[in-house]
């Protein structure tokens, strides 16, 4: 192995697979420049402190979404959607990201004329332009903002089954998010339930608030059951909930930075990634908002590996085993298992 490499390297070299990314959090300072220089804002309108959360800092939950809601006035073009899904899926793949699923809310805009349609296509042609330009396989979950109602949420799994077929199975599923602190999960199950029967699949976020440990839609959420669960912070918490992830195998898609930052657990430490990975239970590490929280992937194993002590081929087996978990299909994880072993010699070899 070569242990001149440090650890940040090593992490940047590991091909990597990202399963859990929004969009708009993803977007980085530079991208929203120049979204700020497109729709003619003065470059001061969002500073760093407003539109990210830095090096060291926590914030509230509530935090992040008031950001969110900046960044999403800031790209209500289908240019802008375009622009931003690119520059994304570059920053990506530079990290060594060599699959990505990334997952967003259609929105409507009445006063440019952009439509649900219109949004999921402009993300669709940016992800078709670096098809062939970067490393990386792209795949997209359409989002329900928890926020929204039982008929929008409708609307956005017609639209994914519709695109199922027009983007040739770049779109493969539904993602449930927004503030947990809003809302009732189980307004949506027969809408989740209808595109699970049409074949997308799940990533759900569940349990992300104390709250949701005792809430009844959190058991009502995991007995859909999803394929993926989005953080799911507080299912330990609950012995009920918990058997329920072991029984069915349900995977985690953690968020380590992210919920530091965000305060929903109190230190890389304290982190509930400890509890299921020393059970062995299927972890894949995840960014949630890379822009927002100022984080990259390759950052999100190193943290992993000097908080809890993780071995270069431990990080290794985290990322080989991601790709059991993307919803790709079985010939795209056999390819990116090729891919990965092709890799691995160059990454351990002795130099
Ligand atoms: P977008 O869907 O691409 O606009 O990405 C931003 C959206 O993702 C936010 O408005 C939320 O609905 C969702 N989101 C991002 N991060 C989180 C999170 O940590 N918890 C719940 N929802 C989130
Ligand atoms: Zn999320």
């Known amino acids: 192995m070569d242990e001149a490499l440090g650890l940040a390297e090593f992490c940047r070299q590991l091909p990597k697979v990202e399963l859990h990314a929004h969009l708009s959090g993803s977007v980085s300072e530079t991208t929203i420049q120049k979204l700020q220089v497109k729709k003619g804002v003065g470059h001061d309108h969002a500073h760093q402190g407003d539109i990210a959360i830095g090096k060291g800092e926590t914030r509230h939950l509530e935090e992040p979404f008031r950001i969110f809601k900046i960044i999403q006035d800031l790209s209500d073009t289908e240019e802008a959607i375009f622009t931003m899904t690119e520059d994304v899926i570059s920053e990506f793949a530079a990290d060594g990201v060599r699959y990505l699923e990334l997952r967003s809310t259609p929105r409507h805009v009445p006063h440019t004329g952009m439509t649900?349609?219109?949004?999921?296509?402009?993300?669709?042609?940016?992800?078709?332009?670096?098809k062939d330009r970067e490393d990386v396989v792209v795949r997209l979950l359409l989002a329900i903002d928890r926020?929204?109602?039982?008929?929008?949420?409708?609307?956005?799994?017609?639209?994914?089954?519709?695109?199922?077929?027009?983007?040739?199975?770049v779109v493969v599923g539904i993602d449930l998010s927004g503030n947990p602190a809003v809302g009732d999960g189980r307004d949506f199950i027969p809408v989740l339930k209808e595109a699970q029967n049409s074949g997308l699949k799940l990533a759900l976020h569940i349990a992300e608030i104390s709250q949701q440990a005792t809430s009844p839609e959190t058991a009502a959420l995991l007995s859909l059951p999803p394929d993926r669960v989005g953080h799911g912070t507080f299912i330990h918490h609950n012995q009920d909930l918990a058997d329920m992830v072991v029984d069915k195998n349900i995977p985690f898609e953690i968020c380590l930075?992210?919920?530091v930052k965000a305060q929903t657990v109190a230190s890389y430490s304290d982190h509930h990634f400890q509890h299921w990975y020393s059970k062995k239970h299927p972890c894949v590490l995840c960014t949630d908002d890379k822009g927002v929280f100022c984080t990259t992937l390759s950052e999100e194993y190193r943290h992993a590996a000097e908080t809890f002590q993780l071995t270069r081929p431990d990080l290794w087996d985290l990322s080989y085993h991601s790709i059991d978990h993307t919803f790709g299909g079985e010939d795209l994880k056999q390819q990116l298992r090729d891919k990965w072993n092709t890799e691995k010699e160059k990454l351990f070899q002795t130099t």
Request: net charge negative.
């Open 147 to 169: 926020r929204q109602s039982v008929e929008t949420a409708t609307t956005t799994v017609r639209l994914a089954q519709e695109y199922v077929l027009r983007s040739d199975g």
């Open 257 to 259: 930075t992210s919920n």
């Open 116 to 130: 649900p349609s219109t949004y999921v296509e402009s993300i669709l042609s940016a992800i078709q332009t670096c």
